[in-house]
């Protein structure tokens, strides 16, 4: 459904190797659970625990960019379409920085 393309955004990304419908299933972050920061870790809030939870990305979905205007976002771990995407377009995601995190 994806696949990983030098990107206008940043290094490299995912794009879409045919067209997606809105809410449709892109995929799955899949890594190593893990504690520490990095540049392919994804933070989600474990409800249960009430804390955030990193995965450490060790598939294509690591190389998802940031977009303030996303066409794709997370639900737990899977990834949906939030709009259309056409195919070849570079599947994004908002990665919740603030305007101060941007800056840095």
Same mark, same amino acid.
């Given at each position: 459904?994806?696949?990983?393309?030098?990107?206008?955004?940043?290094?490299?990304?995912?794009?879409?190797?045919?067209?997606? !419908?809105?809410?449709?299933?892109?995929?799955? +972050?899949?890594?190593?659970?893990?504690?520490?920061? *990095?540049?392919?870790?994804?933070?989600?809030?474990?409800?249960?625990?009430?804390?955030? !939870?990193?995965? $450490? *990305?060790?598939?294509?979905?690591?190389?998802?960019?940031?977009?303030?205007?996303?066409?794709? $976002?997370?639900? *737990?771990?899977?990834? +949906?379409?939030?709009?259309?995407?056409? !195919?070849?377009?570079?599947?994004?995601?908002? +990665?919740?920085? $603030?305007?101060? $995190?941007?800056?840095e």
């Amino acid at each position: 459904m994806a696949r990983v393309d030098t990107s206008p955004i940043h290094g490299r990304g995912l794009f879409a190797r045919r067209a997606i !419908e809105v809410d449709e299933y892109i995929g799955s +972050y899949r890594g190593r659970r893990t504690q520490k920061n *990095g540049m392919h870790v994804l933070w989600i809030w474990n409800e249960r625990r009430e804390r955030w !939870e990193g995965i $450490d *990305g060790d598939n294509e979905m690591r190389f998802l960019n940031h977009s303030a205007e996303p066409n794709a $976002d997370w639900w *737990g771990t899977d990834l +949906y379409a939030v709009r259309a995407i056409e !195919e070849g377009e570079e599947i994004t995601f908002d +990665y919740g920085w $603030d305007s101060e $995190d941007e800056a840095e």
